[in-house]
Every structure is written in structure tokens, then in C-alpha cells.
């Protein structure tokens, strides 16, 4: 036996290398090796590792990360596992990354919630403080992935309120309302049942009357789960019904645009049904503006003849509406004397269209300005009416005869309130005057219109005559 140690030893025989299972210099029995060969290997692998920093061969080619033994360089990451470090150093590279990713996630989800960023990271530390405290600290977690993906980390809501975490708001850090009602409710529940126990079933004895509460309680609860299914199911039915709705809506709006979009196009093409005018809606700027101003003159006319004429007599009504149209063309021909003064020579030849509606908004403001000034004449005369009169009477009598004037019904505050009052009265007197026989003549004058018929023939044709024909008109003449 020690010759084929030693000839083991010095390596001059084959028997050696091929008959003995020990490797070339693994040492002999009672010899303490400094370093096993599996030791060895592990030390090569370490330092092939530290060498690239991240990944490293394991048996089998398996590539992992290197896991690192400090919390992330993120300051806010740092502070929220800070009371889990400990875990962290357990977990390996790949988990060190997926719980960051968690962590970060939970941080974007506060912040969504309405925590400030800067609290944030406080937050989720307490919130992993709370957790470790009821597992019974990191000691006792012996799978530290697991607990911090499922456990620590996640949001747990005592309720339905989405800010919920554990019964706390996490907005404000107080308890959650929410929880408090529900806990109420199922308090209420439980004594409810209680109640209809005791009445129905008296004399039970404690085991047997827990058991039947227990069971009771067990029903309820499925019955309250198979309502919130339902429930659920109805909202998400009512949701896709108005989706439905909102879609069917908007289809109809784009439909309504679209077939807006061709009346308009189609209206577009319309000639000026006063001028002939091609492709101007039915009604060019000009001829639009010269209808405004031919309904404001009639409104000045009849606005004057509520006062200055009997409404009874239509020759009386004509020759006011008259006068006031008279001198409202005089104010509109000064103005556009004034305008064509004002600009230079042969500047409105280049566009006779634009001209046209540049006179005729001139006669329009004209005609805007001098309207006021007649309703308030009329306003003024319709004043001093007898109607008026009365109500401004009564109004002041009423006021002065107050009782908190009866002492002294002739004082400075008396007549000043009555004054007041009476003032008010008679201005509602005059607008309602003036309402009501403005009414009359507009329906006078639409009788009058409807009495005289459409114009003869021989009366309408030299105006269509002097209209100019389009231009297919033209080329099939």
C-alpha cells in the first residue's frame, strides 16, 4: 500500500492515473488540503463574474444577473426599501430588478391616486413597515420574492374605494370612511340576523346558537356575493349601452355634418335671388343688408306712428311711416356721400361687387343709429299718455301708503320712495304701450298685405325682365 503511494506521489508508474480515483494532486489521507478543487471552480466563476459586473456562468450554461448587495441607486427607491434592505439582499439579480419594477410601479400608481411625489416614497415605506410588522419581521420571511411581490408591495384595499390601503386613505392618511360604513353595515347585518335568531328559534344553547348564526351569516354572504355579480354585470351592460349610444350619436352627428356640408354646397351655388347675382347663397352681402334696412326703416315707422298717428286710420299710419322714411334716406344718402368722399378716385371700380355691400352696410348703420333715437321718442310721448299717467298715480299712492310711511306719509322718504315708484310704474306702462301698439299696426299692415294679393303680371314682368339670366340660361337662348 505505500508503494503505490508513493509511486502515486511521484507519478512514475501508469497504475496510478489509470487504476486509483483520486485526481493528480489531491492530497493523501491525514493531509488538510488549503483548497478543494470544487472550491476552486466557484472562486474562477466569481471572478470571471466580477469581471463583466452583471452576468455569470452557473452549471449548465445558465446565464443569470448578479445580484447586487446595496438597495438602487434611485433616491426615491432607496427610501422606499429601506425597511425591507435586509430582503433585498436575499433576493437574487433578477428579482432585484423585477421588485424594482414593482416598486416604481407602486409609486407611479400613488402618485395617480393623488399622493405627492414627494410623500410617495415615505408612503411605501410605512405601507412595507405595516406588512413586516404583521408577518412578524424579516426573520420569519422565508421566501422574500414571493412575500414582497404578493404581500409587501401590492395595494390592499379594505373596500371599494380606490384609495383605500389597509382601512387608510392614502391621500389624506386618515381612516377610510368607506371602510368605516361598510364595517357599520356588516355590524348591522350581523346583529340583524342575531335578532331574527333569538326570535325565531328561543332557547337555543350557545354551541347550537353560534352554528345556526354561522350558517346564517354564510348564506347572507353568498347572497350579498351573487348580488354584487349581478351588480356588476348590469353596470358592465349599462356601460356598453352607452357606448352604443355615444357611437350611435356620433354617427348620426357626422351623418347631420355631412349632409349640412352638401345643402351648403348646394345653397352656395344659388344666385342672389334679389340682384341675380351667381353663386351667392340665394342672397349676395348687398341685397342682405339692403333687407335689413328696409325691415329697420319699416320698424322706425311704425315705432313713430305709435304716437304721432291714429291707429285706426291707415292714411294716418302711411303718412308718418312716410315721413320717417324720408328722412331716413336722407340720412342714408348723406352717409354714403360721406363715404364716397372719403376714399379716392376710381378706388371701387376695381370691385363693384364689394362696393355694392360696402354702400349698403353704411346705410345699414345709418338706419341702426337713427332707430334708437326713435324709440325713445316714442317712449317719451307714450309717457305722458293718460295710461300712463294713471299707473304712475296709483303707483305713488300705493307707495306713499305704506306702513312704514303711515306716520308721516308726506316726509322726504315717503315722497322719495313714492317717487321712485311711481317712475317705475310708468315705465312698465309705456314698454307695455308701446308692445301692444306696435302688435296692432304689424297686424293692420299683414292684413292690409294679404288683402291686396301678389302683384299682377304686367306689373312683375319688367323686373324680371331686367334680371340678367345665368349663364346655361344664356347658352341654350
Not at 317705475?424 to 293692420?444: C, F, G, M, S
Request: proline share 4%; aromatic share 4%; hydrophobic share 40%.
Amino acid at each position: 500500500m505505500c508503494v503505490r503511494e508513493d509511486q502515486a506521489v511521484d507519478g512514475e508508474t501508469g497504475d496510478a492515473g489509470s487504476g486509483s480515483p483520486v485526481a493528480e494532486g489531491v492530497p493523501l489521507r491525514g493531509e488538510k488540503p488549503n483548497e478543494s478543487p470544487v472550491d476552486e471552480r466557484v472562486g474562477q466563476r466569481a471572478a470571471g463574474a466580477g469581471a463583466s459586473g452583471r452576468l455569470k456562468a452557473v452549471g449548465g450554461g445558465k446565464a443569470q444577473q448578479q445580484r447586487r448587495v446595496g438597495l438602487p441607486a434611485d433616491l426615491r427607491l432607496r427610501v422606499a426599501l429601506g425597511p425591507v434592505a435586509w430582503l433585498w439582499e436575499r433576493l437574487s439579480g433578477w428579482q432585484q430588478d423585477q421588485v424594482e419594477a414593482a416598486a416604481k410601479a407602486e409609486l407611479a400608481q400613488l402618485a395617480g391616486l393623488g399622493v405627492a411625489p414627494v410623500g410617495a416614497p415615505r408612503l411605501l415605506a410605512d405601507r412595507l413597515t405595516g406588512r413586516l410588522e404583521e408577518t412578524g419581521g424579516e426573520a420569519l420571511v422565508d421566501k422574500p420574492f414571493p412575500w414582497l411581490i404578493r404581500r409587501g408591495l401590492p395595494q390592499r384595499r379594505a373596500c371599494s374605494h380606490r384609495k383605500c390601503d389597509d382601512g387608510i386613505r392614502l391621500d389624506t392618511g386618515e381612516d377610510c370612511e368607506n371602510c368605516g360604513n361598510v364595517l357599520h353595515l356588516r355590524r348591522a347585518r350581523r346583529a340583524r340576523i342575531v335578532a331574527d335568531i333569538d326570535r325565531e328559534l328561543p332557547g337555543l344553547v350557545d354551541a347550537e346558537r353560534r352554528r345556526v348564526l354561522d350558517e346564517r351569516m354564510r348564506k347572507q354572504a353568498a347572497i350579498e356575493a351573487e348580488d354584487f355579480v349581478w351588480r356588476r354585470e348590469q353596470a358592465r351592460a349599462e356601460q356598453a349601452r352607452r357606448a352604443e349610444t355615444r357611437t350611435a350619436a356620433a354617427e348620426r352627428a357626422e351623418r347631420k355634418r355631412e349632409a349640412a356640408a352638401a345643402v351648403d354646397v348646394v345653397r352656395q351655388a344659388l344666385a342672389c335671388e334679389d340682384c341675380g347675382q351667381e353663386r351667392a347663397s340665394g342672397l349676395c352681402e348687398a341685397c342682405g343688408y339692403g333687407r335689413r334696412t328696409e325691415a329697420l326703416m319699416v320698424e322706425a315707422g311704425l315705432v313713430a306712428a305709435t304716437w304721432a298717428a291714429v291707429l285706426d286710420d291707415p292714411t294716418a299710419v302711411a303718412a308718418v311711416t312716410a315721413d320717417v322714411r324720408a328722412s331716413l334716406e336722407a340720412d342714408i344718402e348723406r352717409t354714403r356721400r360721406e363715404f364716397l368722399d372719403s376714399v379716392e378716385p376710381g378706388e371701387l371700380d376695381a370691385d363693384p361687387a364689394g362696393a355694392a355691400s360696402v354702400l349698403a352696410f353704411a346705410a345699414l348703420q345709418a338706419v341702426e343709429a337713427a332707430l334708437p333715437e326713435y324709440r325713445s321718442s316714442a317712449m317719451g310721448r307714450l309717457g305722458r299718455t293718460e295710461e300712463a299717467e294713471t299707473e304712475a298715480r296709483r303707483a305713488f299712492r300705493t307707495e306713499q301708503g305704506r306702513r312704514w310711511f303711515q306716520h308721516n306719509p308726506h316726509g322726504a322718504d315717503a315722497i322719495a320712495a313714492a317717487t321712485k315708484a311711481a317712475d317705475v310704474a310708468r315705465e312698465r306702462a309705456v314698454e307695455y304701450l308701446l308692445a301692444t301698439r306696435l302688435e296692432q299696426l304689424r297686424e293692420q299692415a299683414a292684413a292690409r298685405t294679404e288683402a291686396a294679393g301678389p302683384a299682377p303680371w304686367t306689373d312683375r314682368l319688367p323686373e324680371l325682365a331686367a334680371r340678367q339670366l345665368d349663364g346655361d340660361t344664356a347658352v341654350i337662348a
